[in-house]
């Protein structure tokens, strides 16, 4: 890992996997206790129309990306508070026209070469200085925005109707959590491509939760595992010359299925208990 | 002269094209303690979160000490049903009971010393204190309970609503309940609503019954004719039959 430092580019990787590391676990974490890992797999998929959209337009495909993922999630966040019932058909239908519309957009983009691939799987080799800035903007919008209302998206995600009748700015809250959401999903496709996204944002959360006693304290758990698993997928995708996205995944998906296990072992030990 | 606790005027509320409220009056002077009896579907839960500015009405007005719901969040508690919660949410008692204080304005980044003292008092008064570290799934159904109306308390609301109090409640804290409630009922206005008539305790003052609509009774008993329309037949109109005091007289159980 350390000879593998001296190229620029791996250490541009590790920063960029660390800096999305900090807002995945934050916005993961508020993901999954609200319960829109669809959703947010519906951003992911909708943002690759945006790439296609800037490809088109001539701008660059990760602006294209941010802005149109930003689009779809307000307009995500108002169907899903309209009309819970219809919420998840329409957003499977954003999923897919979104993405529908990335690729009919980058054909019609003549002169350019798409590499379709990278958006899919991630480019974590070949992060630009310009995206870290970029990334680590990101992270300080996500801890401001979550730190100074941080009582009221606790109260939201444990209660919302409590937290509606006591006065909290649910349907604010609301939308302004999709749109992190927006941004940090255009930020974990650089990391580990679209598809996965979903992986990374759920992933750490679901282990933290259980070891966890407040919301920050599983945050903040799931900033350190989401670390933990891009360093080693980073390291092994080096030492075998694999794909490091995808080996970053399977790197979380054994520690998910490691924690299960031993999850299972542990109450199968405390079993006597009432 | 104090505004009505709560002025219900006219309302109708339908959901999905079903309706499920229809010409609801209500008038409920402060200090009051009300009752809201129906069985389930009958539109009980729907009528309690209409009151708390949750839901707004498809016709009609609402009024909580004067002003719409929403507009008075500080002054309203809110005790929903235990089963609503979400048990594997990493939140402690003490983070749980602070959240009623959030009406307060500048709560959502950090509680303010007051809110800390009222949280503990709060929490004090259903002996939930020791328990404030617990995360909220590690409690029985009686103890989770007991911290929704800490929440609800650390509010010092003046007008507290209650969905189904006695739900998951074990039988000793019934009683406390209802003790705790009498005292909590010389502060504010209490509105409880329940499909179990066992919640008709020597407190209530008034009784509502609802199924659909609503038939009140400016005193603590329900006629006959109430029982039958809220529990049994799609509701036509209201008799005046011959009141009996049902606190008195209910023998069943």
Known sequence: MIEALQFEFMRHALLAGLLASIACGIIGTLVVVNRIVFISGGIAHAAYGGVGLAFFLGFPPLLGAAGFSLVVSTIMAMVTLSNKQRADTIVGVLWAVGMALGIILTDLSAGYNVDLMSYLFGSILAVPRSDLVAMAAVDLLVVAVVGLFYNSFLAMSFDEEFAVATGVPVKPLYFALLAMTAFVVVMVIRVVGLILVIALFTIPPYIAERYSGSLRGMMTFSVALSSLFTVIGLWLSYLFNLTSGATIILVAAFFFFASLLIDRLRKQRNLPLP | ?253
């Open chain 2, 1 to 253: 002269m104090q505004p009505l606790a709560i002025e219900v005027n006219d309302v109708w509320f339908s959901y999905d094209g079903q309706l499920v409220l229809r010409e609801v009056n209500l008038r409920i002077e402060q200090g009051e303690f009300l009752a809201i009896l129906g069985p389930n579907g009958s539109g009980k839960t729907t009528l309690l979160k209409l009151m708390l500015g949750i839901l707004k009405p498809t016709r009609g007005t609402i009024r909580v000490l004067g002003q719409e719901p929403w507009t008075a969040p500080d002054r309203i508690g809110y005790v929903p049903q235990d089963t609503n919660v979400n048990k594997d949410f990493p939140v402690s008692v003490m983070d749980v009971a602070l959240m009623g204080r959030l009406g307060q304005p500048g709560r959502s980044r950090r509680y303010a010393t007051e809110d800390r003292v009222l949280a503990k008092e709060a929490l004090q008064k259903v002996n939930m204190w020791e328990y404030r570290h617990r995360p909220i799934g590690k409690l029985s159904g009686g103890q989770r309970q007991r911290v929704l109306i800490a929440r609800a308390l650390a509010a010092n609301p003046r007008v507290v609503f209650m969905d189904e109090p006695t739900a998951s409640v074990d039988k000793d804290f019934q009683t406390e309940l209802y003790d705790f409630l009498k005292e909590l009922n010389t502060r504010a206005t209490v509105v409880v609503v329940s499909h179990d008539l066992s919640v008709l305790s020597s407190y209530v003052k008034s009784v509502a019954c609802l199924n659909q609509t609503l038939f009140f009774h400016d005193a603590a008993e329900i006629t006959q004719e109430m029982i039958d329309m809220a529990y049994h037949c799609p509701v036509e109109l209201i008799a005046h039959g011959l009141p009996h005091r049902v606190l008195r007289k209910h023998e069943e159980r």
